[in-house]
């Protein structure tokens, strides 16, 4: 079993910077596939950032050149780093995790970001 737990978020205005990280165990992360994922009240759930078991890195067009998704396979962690960020990027963001082999996909808890001034 894959466990994820997600921290960084909170207040930030427009413009400012979140970091948000995913620690993951149970597995090496170079064996999954991950992403961040956010929703925002009354909207569904959509990828923001993906990263795959080999390192390639995907993004969702409105956060492109904005925010980074990085991994430290050592210390199994993923990371989103969020650069000027507007107020619709405020949601809850999750961290998911797909292995490579087999169909389980694991889910963290969460974190609120919320971008006001």
């Known amino acids: 079993q894959v466990q994820l737990v997600e921290s960084g978020g909170g207040l930030v205005q427009p413009g400012g910077s979140l970091r948000l990280s995913c620690a993951a165990s149970g597995t090496i992360i170079s064996f999954l596939n991950m992403g961040w994922y956010r929703q925002a009240p009354g909207k569904q759930r959509e990828l923001v950032a993906g990263i795959s078991a080999g390192g390639r890195t995907n993004y969702e067009d409105s956060v492109k050149g904005r925010f980074a998704i990085s991994r430290d396979i050592p210390r199994k962690t993923v990371y989103l780093q969020m650069n000027s960020l507007k107020p619709e990027d405020t949601a809850v963001y999750y961290c998911?995790?797909?292995?490579?082999?087999?169909?389980?996909?694991?889910w963290g808890q969460g974190t609120q970001v919320t971008v006001s001034s």
């Open positions: 998911n995790a797909k292995p490579v082999t087999g169909t389980s996909n694991y």
